[in-house]
């Protein structure tokens, strides 16, 4: 390395870069140039827009507001919307539109509509039917061209002969008695007719009792477009048969009363949820009543809230203590989809003699379904809703509550009377009310039918007066026993024919009045036949043969004593 240094004209092998640029370098530098140089378009002129055409006013219902939107208008009683003689009411019955020349306002559903007044609605008011303009209601096909054929309105009192090509079967008016003919009516009495004997009506309903030719009801109860259906069924035959599942089922007396109000016809069988509806003697399907077809279904309106925190007189304290206990009680029943639940008012009453709380499980059922269920409980029981939490109705019988048996007798043995541990008698916590008085609780709601039925029969005795002595209490025991013991042995009496070939009496006679029965009655179809009447009376006279002999009874003794003094 010293050698290397010493040579001459060697510079130092690891000198340092230069500092600084070489002196004809110049100190300006360009950026590159991109290859493709980025155009620039003038901006666009006011002039140079086309100007848009003028817009239509479109139609309130072909709008973008559905079931989903967040429309929300509050409303009040009164007409909310009008189109000249048409008009859209809030009323007693909810949402209801009125046009001109109708027999009644026209609603979606008659008979399931809340008792509540609805506080806002979903969509803007407008009527589901056609414009007056319109000939007839859009199905999303063009109208097919007028047919040159010349087809006759159908009249029921002068149909097509029977095996005419091309029609189906059609039922006669009637039934009539022999020598009368239809009359053409216009009011509701006049198109029913004379009341039907016991005979018509099974000949009526014998054929539709396996027919599946029928109405189907569901959870919307009875709808405006069922009555043009129940018409149609009417036109062939003279008995509509409806079949109805789901929540209307809960009342079905409503559903009846609404469809012989709506339709005009008289319902003549009912066996559970399948109604039979009797269209008239002289019903006629030409003057028919016809009404305009619903061509969508309207959103249904905003109602109150049916679960509140602090319910009925409760603070929100005792109402979630109720809901926490509720939690760990076993439900009175499961209900199923598409059900009929008759019973269930029955049911929910007779548990509520036991418990303060009642649970009923509605698992795999709509929420709209049982939460209807509950509007409905709460009306005809009536109860204090106070969850839906995991598909479940939890009810309370609320404080104003009084028990169907109120005249029975009561046991004088500790038990609880509660279902939930923790529950007592009055429904309501601990903490807040006292505690019973063990020494006297009810009796289930089975003990309380037999006792009251015991009492009836003249089988058991109930003591007003509980602080008798033992003399008074014998004595009363005694007086009892020979009055049961009559009732025991006491026969019905039987009237033989006189000998002038009568029989009966002239108090039979006159007991016996046609105008005592109502129509109902005459319509109902479970009354016995004159087979069963020969029963009854052969089983009477068979009873009548007993070993007892004459004079044996207590009564007897009674009767002796008395013609003595």
């Keep these: 390395m010293v050698i290397l240094a010493t040579l001459p004209g060697s510079s130092s092998l690891f000198s340092s870069l230069p500092q600084g640029p070489p002196p004809n370098a ?17 901006p666009p002129l006011k002039s140079q827009k086309s100007p848009r055409p003028p817009t239509k006013p479109s139609t309130p219902a072909f709008k973008t507001v559905h079931h989903r939107s967040k429309y929300y208008k509050p409303v009040s009683d009164g007409v909310i919307a009008s189109d000249g003689d048409r008009s859209v009411v809030i009323g007693e019955s909810g949402v209801s539109y009125l046009l001109p020349g109708a027999p009644f306002e026209f609603q979606f559903s008659y008979s399931e509509t809340p008792k509540a007044k609805p506080l806002a609605i979903r969509e803007p008011a407008f009527l589901p039917f056609a414009p007056p303009t319109m000939p007839r209601p859009w199905t999303g096909k063009a109208p097919l061209k007028k047919s040159k054929k010349k087809i006759p309105l159908f009249d029921s009192f002068n149909p097509p002969p029977p095996g005419t090509k091309g029609v189906k079967r059609v039922e006669m008016p009637g039934p009539f008695p022999l020598g009368k003919f239809p009359v053409e009516g216009r009011t509701r009495e006049e198109i029913l007719g004379e009341p039907l004997s016991k005979a018509e009506i099974r000949m009526l309903v014998k054929p539709y009792l396996s027919h599946n030719r029928q109405v189907n009801l569901g959870r919307d109860g009875l709808t405006h477009n069922m009555l043009e259906l129940i018409h149609s069924h009417w036109k062939r035959q003279r008995v509509c048969k409806v079949r109805c599942k789901g929540v209307p089922t809960i009342d079905m007396d409503n559903v009846c009363h609404h469809l012989e109000e709506k339709t005009g016809g008289k319902i003549i069988h009912r066996v559970g949820g399948v109604v039979y509806l009797f269209r008239g003697r002289n019903y006629n399907y030409r003057t028919r009543p016809q009404y305009p077809v619903m061509l969508w279904k309207p959103a249904a309106p905003v109602y109150p809230k049916l679960i509140q925190e602090a319910p009925e007189g409760l603070t929100k304290f005792e109402a979630d203590e ?20 008759i019973s269930l008012v029955k049911d929910v009453r007779d548990a509520f003699e036991g418990s303060p709380l009642v649970k009923i499980d509605c698992k795999g059922m709509h929420a709209s379904d049982y939460k209807k269920i509950g509007a409905k409980l709460k009306e005809l029981v009536p109860c204090v809703l106070l969850s839906f939490d995991d598909e479940q109705i939890l009810t309370w019988r609320g404080h104003g509550w009084k028990s169907m048996y109120q005249g029975a007798p009561s046991f004088l043995i500790p038990v609880v009377a509660d279902v939930a541990s923790g529950l007592e008698g009055s429904g309501v916590p601990k903490s807040n009310h006292h505690r019973l008085d063990t020494k006297a609780v009810s009796a289930s709601p089975k003990m309380m039918s037999l006792w009251k039925s015991a009492i009836e029969s003249s089988k058991a005795l109930l003591l007003d007066e509980i602080g008798l002595g033992p003399d008074a209490l014998l004595k009363v025991v005694e007086e009892f026993e020979g009055i049961s013991q009559a009732t025991e042995h006491s026969y019905p009496a039987l009237v033989m024919s006189s000998e002038d070939g009568t029989g009966g009496t002239k108090a039979e006679y006159e007991g016996y009045n046609s105008e005592d029965y109502s129509e109902d009655e005459m319509y109902n179809d479970d009354d016995d036949d004159d087979d069963d009447d020969e029963y009854l009376v052969n089983e009477s006279l068979e009873e009548m043969e007993s070993p007892v002999p004459l004079g044996s009874l207590p009564v007897d003794l009674l009767a002796k004593q008395l013609g003595e003094e």
């Design 26 to 42: 110049s100190t300006t530098s360009t950026p590159p140039q991109p290859p493709i140089p980025i155009p620039k378009y003038p």
């Design 322 to 341: 109720l809901r926490m206990k509720g939690k760990n009680l076993i439900p009175i029943c499961r209900l199923v989809k598409n059900g009929v639940y």
